[in-house]
């Protein structure tokens, strides 16, 4: 079997599509959708995905700020910068990139955001919302990787998902949405005793470890739907997944590439929090 391609590139570009024409409509009724995004340091990879977070949503007709502040800042500056903008109307989510230097907490950080501006989906309480089901920010990520799923048409209901890796922002809230589809879920991690076993079960893998070519086609279901999260960097430059593209492709009915797979939907999923967040002003 050769594995129908998942372009996230498309689906990410039908959505953003669709996310242009109601940040109109809200414009029309007097709201600008508004992105607050710090960023702290001068860390390559998160420069990169700043980029791309600002390059997206002003392409989508938002209003964009960059705070970029150097990495000496204290915890207590920028908690006192999330206050300013959880009291700012223009701004209807704020983001903190990840990772942060070693002096400022992340959990401090995540909980000062207010839960009604946590576009990221991290604060206690939006996750807790995610796992009653009720309607929240969920996860961009997770969130991204459901409608990439949805977008094979496959149903998820009664499908045996396997996820490889339980990180708070991925594996585990991946996990939990792909629950709250009725699927039947199992997660994977450092001190699983055997990872293959799991994995051949698998009508769903999400593969979301951090290591590249981390699972090979003998651990893939013939007919599986995979998911790969991983983005790593080769010596050669190269951009791969935590998949064995090549071997995995010719086992998988679906499968998703790096790049163009996962990550265009996570800065979509970003951008639809947001509008989100923007239309809850007006209701
Ligand atoms: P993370 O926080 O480092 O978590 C990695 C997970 O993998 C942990 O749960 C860890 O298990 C597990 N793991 C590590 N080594 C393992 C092994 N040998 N066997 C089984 N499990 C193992 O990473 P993350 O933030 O979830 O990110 C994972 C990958 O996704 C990274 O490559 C990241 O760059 C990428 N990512 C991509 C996007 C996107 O938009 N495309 C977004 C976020 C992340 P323990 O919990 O036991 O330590």
């Not at 391609?5 to 959505?15: P, R, S, Y």
């Not at 940040?23 to 959708?33: A, I, W």
């Not at 089901?133 to 969920?138: N, P, Q, V």
């Not at 709250?180 to 799991?198: D, G, L, M, P």
Request: net charge negative.
């Amino acid at each position: 079997m050769t594995a129908t391609i998942i372009d996230g590139k498309e689906t990410a570009k039908e959505k953003r599509e669709q996310l242009a024409k109601e940040v109109e409509e809200l414009k029309q009724k007097g709201v600008t959708p508004g992105l607050a995004v710090i960023l702290i340091g001068d860390d390559p990879a998160s420069l990169s995905y700043v980029r791309g977070k600002k390059k997206a949503a002003e392409a989508m007709g938002m209003h964009f700020q960059l705070d970029h502040l150097d990495a000496s800042l204290t915890e207590e500056e920028l908690l006192q910068l999330i206050d300013q903008y959880n009291a700012n109307d223009q701004f209807h989510g704020i983001l903190v990139q990840l990772p942060l230097p070693k002096h400022i907490s992340e959990k401090a950080v995540i909980e000062r955001i207010s839960p009604d501006k946590d576009v990221d989906g991290f604060h206690p309480l939006n996750i807790g919302k995610m796992l009653l089901g009720e309607d929240t920010f969920l996860p961009c990520t997770p969130a991204g990787i459901v409608e990439l799923l949805n977008k094979t048409g496959v149903s998820l209901s009664g499908k045996e998902v396997v996820v490889v890796g339980r990180s708070n922002i991925v594996g585990k809230p991946v996990g939990q949405l792909l629950l709250n589809e009725n699927a039947t879920v199992t997660y994977c991690h450092s001190r699983t005793a055997n990872i293959s076993e799991h994995t051949l079960k698998a009508d769903i893998l999400v593969v979301a470890v951090g290591r590249a070519n981390f699972i090979k086609a003998d651990q893939i279901k013939e007919g599986a739907i995979v998911i790969d999260v991983g983005v790593n960097r080769l010596d050669t430059g190269k951009l791969v997944g935590d998949v064995d593209f090549e071997e995995a492709k010719e086992k998988a009915s679906y499968i998703t590439p790096v790049p163009g797979g996962v990550g265009p939907m996570t800065i979509t999923m970003l951008a639809h929090n947001t509008v989100k967040s923007a239309k809850r002003t007006l209701a």
